[in-house]
């Protein structure tokens, strides 16, 4: 399977002056999973206050380190791509939603960056890790939750199967289109993460609602109608550009690709619980 992919004259990331700084990003994606205590420090409300505030300094850097799953993807796609600065704009872009510095982090390096952040927690499972990596895997946020998170292991099971696909859906960032602005909330039309045939699909649209705020404070600007927004748990996290739609389309439905054709194995969902 290939992964070369790279959108016609669209640059590696957003990085015009005016633009939001990579740390702030971060806080924008890292939030939501912060806030239900699923990683990342404690203090989800100091995580919060940095968002809504636009302030960058080293607290917050510190914050951002604390995210065991994420800075160390950030460490590697910026070691590979020559950026000094895990929170480049670039970089975490490149991580939730998605461009061509994916690329630029060959198999050989992504493998053994699993091999030593996972071997000790995975054990026999971990020739499914490096197997996901040959078969086209990127350090895109989809990888981590359809290659590495435990939780796929978990559809074949009756009692948690719909436990599991809610967090998986859940925890992939996803797009949709705004359809209904609410002064705390955002009306998105949407396609929710199905488990059909024994393959994770998309399927088709419906509306969600989602968050906006916390205590009438957000972490974006006003948004419109006909916007299409990026979201993570129940939370919107940022407005999406057309390239970045399409990248976040893209590396979405390849890491399903390469997960569906695991799971297409005989006994995957057990190796993979």
């Given at each position: 399977?290939?992964?070369?992919?790279?959108?016609?004259?669209?640059?590696?990331?957003?990085?015009?002056?005016?633009?939001?700084?990579?740390?702030?990003?971060?806080?924008?994606?890292?939030?939501?999973?912060?806030?239900?205590?699923?990683?990342?420090?404690?203090?989800?409300?100091?995580?919060?206050?940095?968002?809504?505030?636009?302030?960058?300094?080293?607290?917050?850097?510190?914050?951002?380190?604390?995210?065991?799953?994420?800075?160390?993807?950030?460490?590697?796609?910026?070691?590979?791509?020559?950026?000094?600065?895990?929170?480049?704009?670039?970089?975490?872009?490149?991580?939730?939603?998605?461009?061509?510095?994916?690329?630029?982090?060959?198999?050989?390096?992504?493998?053994?960056?699993?091999?030593?952040?996972?071997?000790?927690?995975?054990?026999?499972?971990?020739?499914?890790?490096?197997?996901?990596?040959?078969?086209?895997?990127?350090?895109?946020?989809?990888?981590?939750?359809?290659?590495?998170?435990?939780?796929?292991?978990?559809?074949?099971?009756?009692?948690?199967?719909?436990?599991?696909?809610?967090?998986?859906?859940?925890?992939?960032?996803?797009?949709?289109?705004?359809?209904?602005?609410?002064?705390?909330?955002?009306?998105?039309?949407?396609?929710?993460?199905?488990?059909?045939?024994?393959?994770?699909?998309?399927?088709?649209?419906?509306l969600e609602t989602v968050e906006r705020t916390l205590?009438?404070?957000?972490?974006?600007?006003?948004?419109?109608?006909?916007?299409?927004?990026?979201?993570?748990?129940?939370?919107v996290c940022d407005r999406l550009t057309p390239r970045?739609?399409?990248?976040?389309?893209?590396?979405?439905?390849?890491?399903?690709?390469?997960?569906?054709?695991?799971?297409d194995h005989p006994g995957a969902l057990t190796a993979?619980?």
């Open positions: 399977m290939t992964t070369t992919w790279q959108p016609p004259g669209s640059p590696a990331g957003d990085v015009r002056a005016g633009a939001v700084p990579g740390a702030i990003t971060f806080v924008r994606y890292a939030f939501p999973p912060n806030y239900h205590g699923a990683c990342g420090p404690p203090d989800s409300q100091g995580l919060f206050q940095y968002g809504a505030s636009a302030v960058v300094d080293d607290g917050l850097r510190d914050l951002a380190r604390q995210f065991a799953g994420a800075w160390p993807y950030l460490e590697l796609i910026a070691g590979a791509s020559g950026i000094g600065d895990p929170l480049d704009q670039r970089v975490v872009e490149a991580y939730w939603v998605g461009n061509r510095l994916l690329e630029q982090v060959g198999p050989h390096p992504l493998g053994d960056n699993m091999d030593n952040r996972f071997r000790l927690h995975t054990g026999r499972q971990f020739a499914n890790v490096r197997e996901a990596v040959a078969a086209g895997g990127v350090p895109h946020h989809s990888y981590h939750v359809f290659c590495i998170y435990p939780w796929v292991g978990l559809l074949g099971n009756d009692r948690r199967y719909e436990q599991a696909l809610m967090v998986l859906d859940r925890c992939r960032v996803r797009w949709g289109q705004v359809h209904q602005v609410r002064a705390d909330q955002l009306v998105v039309q949407s396609q929710p993460l199905l488990y059909e045939g024994g393959r994770l699909v998309l399927g088709a649209p419906q205590g009438g404070v957000g972490l974006v600007p006003e948004f419109a109608v006909g916007d299409w927004v990026s979201m993570h748990w129940e939370w970045q739609l399409a990248a976040l389309r893209h590396y979405t439905r390849l890491h399903l690709d390469v997960v569906n054709d695991r799971l993979l619980g």
